[in-house]
Protein backbone atom coordinates (compact mmCIF):
# COMPACT_ATOMS: atom_id res chain seq x y z
CA UNK A 1 0.00 0.00 0.00
CA UNK A 2 2.81 2.56 0.76
CA UNK A 3 3.92 1.27 -2.56
CA UNK A 4 0.99 2.00 -4.00
CA UNK A 5 0.45 5.27 -2.72
CA UNK A 6 3.93 6.81 -3.43
CA UNK A 7 4.06 5.41 -6.86
CA UNK A 8 0.56 7.23 -7.34
CA UNK A 9 2.84 10.36 -5.98
CA UNK A 10 5.68 9.79 -8.27
CA UNK A 11 3.73 9.15 -11.48
CA UNK A 12 1.23 12.62 -9.77
CA UNK A 13 4.42 14.57 -9.15
CA UNK A 14 4.87 14.96 -12.81
CA UNK A 15 1.27 16.14 -13.33
CA UNK A 16 1.85 18.10 -10.77
CA UNK A 17 -0.92 15.89 -8.57
CA UNK A 18 1.38 14.99 -5.77
CA UNK A 19 -1.26 16.90 -3.39
CA UNK A 20 -3.41 13.20 -3.77
CA UNK A 21 -0.88 12.05 -1.88
CA UNK A 22 -1.98 13.25 1.91
CA UNK A 23 -5.11 12.17 1.60
CA UNK A 24 -4.48 8.69 0.44
CA UNK A 25 -1.97 8.21 3.43
CA UNK A 26 -5.12 9.56 5.86
CA UNK A 27 -7.65 6.54 4.64
CA UNK A 28 -7.49 3.45 6.25
CA UNK A 29 -5.00 1.49 4.11
CA UNK A 30 -6.65 -2.11 2.59
CA UNK A 31 -4.55 -3.58 3.87
CA UNK A 32 -5.46 -2.71 7.16
CA UNK A 33 -8.79 -4.80 6.77
CA UNK A 34 -7.55 -8.50 7.02
CA UNK A 35 -6.10 -7.80 10.23
CA UNK A 36 -8.67 -5.41 11.73
CA UNK A 37 -11.03 -8.54 10.84
CA UNK A 38 -9.68 -11.10 11.80
CA UNK A 39 -9.29 -9.28 14.77
CA UNK A 40 -12.56 -8.74 15.11
CA UNK A 41 -13.49 -12.09 14.99
CA UNK A 42 -11.61 -12.92 18.15
CA UNK A 43 -13.55 -9.85 19.67
CA UNK A 44 -16.61 -11.66 18.64
CA UNK A 45 -15.83 -13.70 22.19
CA UNK A 46 -14.90 -11.39 24.29
CA UNK A 47 -18.51 -11.84 26.33
CA UNK A 48 -17.59 -15.56 27.11
CA UNK A 49 -14.02 -14.78 27.67
CA UNK A 50 -13.62 -11.64 29.39
CA UNK A 51 -16.61 -12.18 31.93
CA UNK A 52 -17.92 -15.16 32.07
CA UNK A 53 -14.46 -16.76 33.11
CA UNK A 54 -14.11 -13.77 35.65
CA UNK A 55 -15.10 -13.61 39.18
CA UNK A 56 -18.05 -11.40 39.22
CA UNK A 57 -17.46 -8.11 39.00
CA UNK A 58 -13.84 -8.35 38.72
CA UNK A 59 -12.18 -5.60 37.60
CA UNK A 60 -8.25 -4.81 36.93
CA UNK A 61 -6.28 -1.89 37.62
CA UNK A 62 -5.54 0.68 34.61
CA UNK A 63 -4.02 3.93 33.84
CA UNK A 64 -6.79 6.63 33.67
CA UNK A 65 -5.32 7.39 29.77
CA UNK A 66 -6.16 3.45 29.04
CA UNK A 67 -10.19 3.98 29.03
CA UNK A 68 -10.20 5.12 25.69
CA UNK A 69 -14.11 5.09 24.32
CA UNK A 70 -16.09 6.57 21.90
CA UNK A 71 -16.42 10.06 23.37
CA UNK A 72 -12.69 10.85 24.06
CA UNK A 73 -12.52 10.29 20.27
CA UNK A 74 -15.12 12.83 19.35
CA UNK A 75 -14.10 15.22 22.10
CA UNK A 76 -10.76 15.27 20.59
CA UNK A 77 -12.07 15.72 17.08
CA UNK A 78 -13.92 18.73 18.40
CA UNK A 79 -11.30 20.07 20.08
CA UNK A 80 -7.73 19.11 19.67
CA UNK A 81 -6.38 21.37 16.08
CA UNK A 82 -4.72 18.71 13.79
CA UNK A 83 -6.17 15.80 15.11
CA UNK A 84 -6.43 13.23 11.99
CA UNK A 85 -7.90 10.00 11.90
CA UNK A 86 -4.43 9.04 11.43
CA UNK A 87 -3.30 10.15 14.99
CA UNK A 88 -5.84 8.64 16.74
CA UNK A 89 -5.49 5.43 14.97
CA UNK A 90 -1.62 5.33 16.55
CA UNK A 91 -3.17 6.29 19.92
CA UNK A 92 -4.99 3.75 19.76
CA UNK A 93 -2.58 1.07 19.13
CA UNK A 94 -0.44 2.82 22.48
CA UNK A 95 -3.53 2.51 24.87
CA UNK A 96 -4.80 -0.97 23.35
CA UNK A 97 -1.44 -2.80 23.73
CA UNK A 98 -1.23 -1.68 26.96
CA UNK A 99 -4.99 -2.77 27.91
CA UNK A 100 -3.75 -6.52 26.21
CA UNK A 101 -1.01 -6.52 28.22
CA UNK A 102 -2.46 -5.54 31.78
CA UNK A 103 -5.25 -8.29 31.29
CA UNK A 104 -2.75 -10.67 30.57
CA UNK A 105 -0.50 -9.83 33.19
CA UNK A 106 -3.73 -10.85 36.28
CA UNK A 107 -4.36 -14.16 34.17
CA UNK A 108 -2.47 -17.25 36.16
CA UNK A 109 -0.78 -19.61 33.67
CA UNK A 110 -3.74 -22.08 33.11
CA UNK A 111 -6.51 -19.57 33.63
CA UNK A 112 -9.31 -20.67 30.44
CA UNK A 113 -9.13 -17.23 29.08
CA UNK A 114 -5.32 -17.21 28.78
CA UNK A 115 -4.95 -18.68 25.33
CA UNK A 116 -7.95 -16.55 24.23
CA UNK A 117 -5.88 -13.70 25.52
CA UNK A 118 -2.80 -14.61 24.07
CA UNK A 119 -4.29 -15.42 20.56
CA UNK A 120 -5.80 -11.78 20.44
CA UNK A 121 -2.89 -10.05 21.33
CA UNK A 122 -0.96 -11.75 18.63
CA UNK A 123 -3.53 -10.74 15.94
CA UNK A 124 -3.64 -6.94 17.52
CA UNK A 125 0.08 -7.25 17.26
CA UNK A 126 -0.58 -8.32 13.64
CA UNK A 127 -2.20 -5.80 12.67
CA UNK A 128 0.00 -2.85 14.41
CA UNK A 129 2.37 -4.39 12.34
CA UNK A 130 0.60 -3.98 9.23
CA UNK A 131 -0.12 -0.53 10.11
CA UNK A 132 3.40 0.91 10.68
CA UNK A 133 4.35 -0.82 7.19
CA UNK A 134 1.77 0.74 5.56
CA UNK A 135 2.41 4.32 6.03
CA UNK A 136 5.77 6.10 5.44
CA UNK A 137 8.02 6.27 7.81
CA UNK A 138 7.80 10.21 8.88
CA UNK A 139 4.66 8.89 9.71
CA UNK A 140 5.60 8.34 13.04
CA UNK A 141 8.23 10.63 13.46
CA UNK A 142 5.77 13.58 12.68
CA UNK A 143 5.08 15.86 15.98
CA UNK A 144 2.02 15.07 17.92
CA UNK A 145 -0.13 17.77 18.80
CA UNK A 146 0.78 18.84 22.83
CA UNK A 147 -2.66 17.19 24.00
CA UNK A 148 -1.86 13.65 22.26
CA UNK A 149 1.84 13.91 23.61
CA UNK A 150 0.43 14.68 26.70
CA UNK A 151 -1.17 11.08 27.05
CA UNK A 152 1.63 9.41 24.98
CA UNK A 153 4.19 10.43 28.24
CA UNK A 154 1.35 9.29 30.26
CA UNK A 155 0.82 6.27 28.73
CA UNK A 156 4.66 5.30 28.42
CA UNK A 157 4.78 6.80 31.90
CA UNK A 158 6.58 3.82 34.67
CA UNK A 159 4.11 2.14 36.20
CA UNK A 160 5.43 3.31 40.02
CA UNK A 161 5.39 6.53 39.01
CA UNK A 162 1.83 6.98 38.05
CA UNK A 163 0.01 8.94 40.84
CA UNK A 164 -2.87 6.93 43.04
CA UNK A 165 -4.91 9.22 41.62
CA UNK A 166 -4.88 8.39 38.01
CA UNK A 167 -5.38 4.34 38.12
CA UNK A 168 -8.93 3.56 37.23
CA UNK A 169 -10.61 -0.34 37.90
CA UNK A 170 -12.40 -1.03 35.10
CA UNK A 171 -13.98 -4.85 33.69
CA UNK A 172 -11.60 -6.79 31.26
CA UNK A 173 -15.19 -6.96 29.41
CA UNK A 174 -15.45 -2.98 29.07
CA UNK A 175 -11.90 -2.91 28.15
CA UNK A 176 -12.71 -4.23 25.61
CA UNK A 177 -15.92 -3.35 24.69
CA UNK A 178 -13.69 -0.32 24.03
CA UNK A 179 -11.12 -1.57 22.18
CA UNK A 180 -13.92 -2.93 19.58
CA UNK A 181 -15.98 0.30 19.37
CA UNK A 182 -13.19 2.53 18.62
CA UNK A 183 -11.78 -0.14 16.15
CA UNK A 184 -15.00 0.23 14.54
CA UNK A 185 -15.10 3.85 14.38
CA UNK A 186 -11.20 5.20 13.55
CA UNK A 187 -10.93 2.11 11.05
CA UNK A 188 -14.57 2.00 9.99
CA UNK A 189 -13.65 1.67 5.97
CA UNK A 190 -13.12 -1.79 6.76
CA UNK A 191 -16.28 -2.72 8.46
CA UNK A 192 -19.40 -1.28 6.51
CA UNK A 193 -20.29 -3.80 4.35
CA UNK A 194 -23.88 -5.09 5.43
CA UNK A 195 -23.92 -1.89 7.83
CA UNK A 196 -22.89 0.01 5.90
CA UNK A 197 -25.48 2.58 7.26
CA UNK A 198 -24.25 2.19 10.65
CA UNK A 199 -22.35 5.58 12.38
CA UNK A 200 -19.85 3.33 14.34
CA UNK A 201 -18.44 6.53 15.97
CA UNK A 202 -21.98 7.44 17.12
CA UNK A 203 -22.09 6.41 21.03
CA UNK A 204 -25.65 6.09 20.39
CA UNK A 205 -25.46 3.32 18.25
CA UNK A 206 -23.69 1.52 20.73
CA UNK A 207 -26.18 2.91 23.64
CA UNK A 208 -28.56 1.28 21.77
CA UNK A 209 -27.11 -1.91 21.67
CA UNK A 210 -26.53 -1.87 25.38
CA UNK A 211 -29.64 -3.07 26.18
CA UNK A 212 -29.23 -6.10 24.08
CA UNK A 213 -25.86 -7.06 25.77
CA UNK A 214 -27.61 -6.92 29.25
CA UNK A 215 -30.27 -10.02 28.14
CA UNK A 216 -29.23 -12.87 30.12
CA UNK A 217 -26.99 -14.74 28.27
CA UNK A 218 -27.80 -18.69 27.60
C1 LIG B 1 -17.21 -8.74 13.79
O1 LIG B 1 -17.17 -10.14 13.78
C2 LIG B 1 -18.41 -10.78 14.08
C3 LIG B 1 -18.16 -12.29 14.15
O2 LIG B 1 -17.39 -12.76 13.11
C4 LIG B 1 -19.43 -10.40 13.03
O3 LIG B 1 -20.67 -10.99 13.35
C5 LIG B 1 -19.58 -8.88 13.01
O4 LIG B 1 -20.47 -8.49 11.99
C6 LIG B 1 -18.22 -8.22 12.79
N1 LIG B 1 -18.40 -6.80 12.95
C7 LIG B 1 -18.23 -5.95 11.95
C8 LIG B 1 -18.50 -4.53 12.27
O5 LIG B 1 -17.83 -6.28 10.84
C1 LIG C 1 -21.41 -6.23 41.64
O1 LIG C 1 -21.54 -4.82 41.45
C2 LIG C 1 -22.86 -4.35 41.62
C3 LIG C 1 -22.89 -2.88 41.22
O2 LIG C 1 -21.77 -2.20 41.67
C4 LIG C 1 -23.30 -4.59 43.05
O3 LIG C 1 -24.62 -4.11 43.23
C5 LIG C 1 -23.25 -6.08 43.35
O4 LIG C 1 -23.55 -6.32 44.68
C6 LIG C 1 -21.85 -6.64 43.04
N1 LIG C 1 -21.88 -8.08 43.16
C7 LIG C 1 -20.95 -8.80 43.79
C8 LIG C 1 -21.14 -10.28 43.83
O5 LIG C 1 -19.98 -8.27 44.31
C1 LIG D 1 -11.14 9.55 28.02
O1 LIG D 1 -12.00 10.33 28.80
C2 LIG D 1 -11.97 10.03 30.20
C3 LIG D 1 -12.95 10.95 30.89
O2 LIG D 1 -14.20 10.84 30.30
C4 LIG D 1 -10.58 10.24 30.74
O3 LIG D 1 -10.54 9.87 32.10
C5 LIG D 1 -9.59 9.42 29.95
O4 LIG D 1 -8.28 9.71 30.39
C6 LIG D 1 -9.69 9.75 28.46
N1 LIG D 1 -8.80 8.88 27.71
C7 LIG D 1 -7.82 9.35 26.95
C8 LIG D 1 -7.01 8.33 26.20
O5 LIG D 1 -7.60 10.53 26.85
Not at 17 to 36: A, F, G, K, Q, R
Not at 184 to 199: K, V
Request: glycine letters at 4%; hydrophobic letters at 35%.
Amino acid sequence: MVQLSTSVCLLGGFLGLCLIEPILTSLTPSSMCTPLRTLNDSLSHRRRYMKHYFPFNYTIRVHQREVFRLSNISRMRSKVKGVEDLLLQRLWFQVNQGVLKKIIRVMPERHPSRPYTAELERRFRDAEGVFVQSHPAEVFQQELPETIQDIWDYLTEEPDRVPESSWRLASPKSLLDNLCQTMFCLFSGCFTGEEAQQNYCGVSHWKKGRKKDLRPES
